[in-house]
């Protein structure tokens, strides 16, 4: 029995100009690049200009996105943006993408779920393209959480980048087997009662003020690699795929421990694991974006390919994608 894929037509990205290194930071606040890396496996990361603005990086990689798939702005009919740090509190920073692009028709929106953004994004937009209402979709990743830092605050920090990433999805009738290009199954979770482990302490109804980044590392951990490796084992479950059959693994680039334990866990071979967190830090919803472009760029990732996508965030959020490129 045939039936709709989302299946992936271009992949794009975007980072900021500036690069802050470790060393860089240990000139303002008490910490080593060793003491950094030995934690994180974070060396570098990316920061937007004053006046660049989350909007800017999303429209940067939606366009090459759209230049990878060989398509213009026109042949897109919605927008799902990823993203915790938006232009303004209204409107949705999606609608200024969709401007900036010159798309009048169809609509755009964003989705909130912090580092798990992307991977939410990418199963909102497959809804909307396998139920047949609409044919081709940019899903983005975009993030400036250097605005929402405590850059005292050695802890956090250290750890974020800004930085945005975009798939171009078109829905295209396949087989309706596990051979089919496209995305194949997503997963999704969440459980408020975390709230307290990570999140921002601002906002327009409690202070009036944006606020700044507040996390507890030690219990993030903790959770994390539980987390992801229930909504993969899900995937598994759902297509009968598994660790050996996968080519490649692109995780949230969070932390090099939780990406390492992960995998690990799951059994799957160190060679498949995509990497960027070392340079890029962790970009929350961009990350999978940005770490997908550049293993497409590079050429690890190939027509066919079977790829495994993960993520957690605040909330707590998580899920998982398993897609055919």
Request: with cysteine; charged share 20%.
């Amino acid at each position: 029995m045939t039936r709709i894929r989302s299946v992936v037509k271009g992949c794009g990205s975007y980072l900021p100009a500036e690069i802050l290194t470790n060393d860089d930071l240990a000139k303002t606040v008490d910490t080593s690049d060793e003491w950094i890396v030995q934690r994180t496996g974070i060396r570098s990361r990316h920061i937007a200009a004053p006046g660049e603005m989350t909007s800017d990086l999303a429209t940067a990689a939606a366009k090459a996105a759209l230049a990878d798939a060989g398509l213009d702005a026109s042949d897109i009919d919605l927008i799902v943006l990823g993203t915790s740090t938006p232009d303004n509190t209204f409107p949705a920073t999606a609608t200024s993408v969709q401007a900036a692009l010159g798309i009048t028709n169809g609509f755009a929106f964003d989705v909130q779920a912090v580092c798990s953004g992307f991977v939410y994004s990418l199963a909102i937009a497959d809804k909307f393209l396998t139920s047949g209402q609409h044919r081709r979709a940019l899903v983005i990743g975009a993030e400036t959480f250097s605005r929402i830092l405590d850059w005292t605050d050695r802890t956090t920090c250290v750890l974020f980048g800004d930085g945005a990433g975009a798939v171009v999805l078109e829905a295209v009738e396949q087989a309706g087997t596990s051979e089919d290009r496209g995305v194949l199954t997503t997963h999704l979770r969440s459980d408020g009662r975390h709230k307290a482990k990570l999140f921002v302490d601002g906002g327009p109804s409690s202070t009036g003020t944006t606020g700044h980044v507040r996390m507890e590392g030690r219990e993030v951990f903790r959770h994390a690699v539980g987390m992801i490796t229930d909504v993969i084992h899900d995937a598994f479950e759902a297509t009968g795929e598994s660790a050996e059959t996968i080519d490649w693994f692109v995780p949230h680039q969070a932390n090099r421990r939780i990406i390492d334990a992960s995998a690990q866990k799951l059994g799957i071979a160190p060679e498949k694991v995509v990497v960027t967190v070392d340079h890029h830090g962790n970009t929350s919803a961009a990350s999978i974006p940005l770490a997908l472009a550049e293993a497409r760029a590079d050429g690890r990732i190939a027509e066919g390919d079977l790829v495994l996508l993960e993520a957690m965030g605040g909330g707590f959020t998580w899920g998982s994608a398993l897609l055919r490129w």
